[in-house]
């Protein structure tokens, strides 16, 4: 994570300077809060599914698949409504001595909390595939996401279409993640009699 800031921070100091630093670091807070309430839920589903990956129980565990896959969609869909719906009130907290940048935090909170939206499924396809005890796919899905993805987004977007690519580069980072997810998830479903 201290990488992919230090690639956010230069090519936010290239496109924008230091403001762009500034609103960079409230999204982080807010995204911080967003993404652990959704790693919340799955560090306490993981036992849960473990165990009933364990213990045999197909029944148990397709339910619990469904059931946790449908709660980190529905979670990170609210969390985008909210933080749109409270961007600016966010925003003010931490640079509302600054109306010109309290906007474009505004603005850039907007694009960047789309990502919520697709968080969630690698977020649980990390934990889950962790939970059935395969350490292997889950550092994958987890190492691609957070580090692969984004870095190559946050460098590339930028270029095409200019400082908009920093805030949406973790969507497209997002949506990437989401798709190898689900790729493992159908891929592995009959091998671990989940789905």
Partial sequence: MSLVSMVYNFQ???????????IYGVIQYVAWIAVSLLMGFTVGSSPIISYHYGAKNSAELKGLFRTCLGVMVAGGVLITVLVHLFAHPLAAVFVGYDPSLCEMTVAALGEYSLAFIFVGVSIFGSAFFTALNNGLVSALISFLRTLVFECAAVMFLPAIIGVDGIWLSIVVAEIASMFLTGGFLVGLRKHYDYA
Wanted: glycine share 18%; no cysteine; aromatic share 10%.
């Fill in 12 to 22: 936010l100091m290239v496109y924008t300077g230091p403001d762009g630093v500034a």
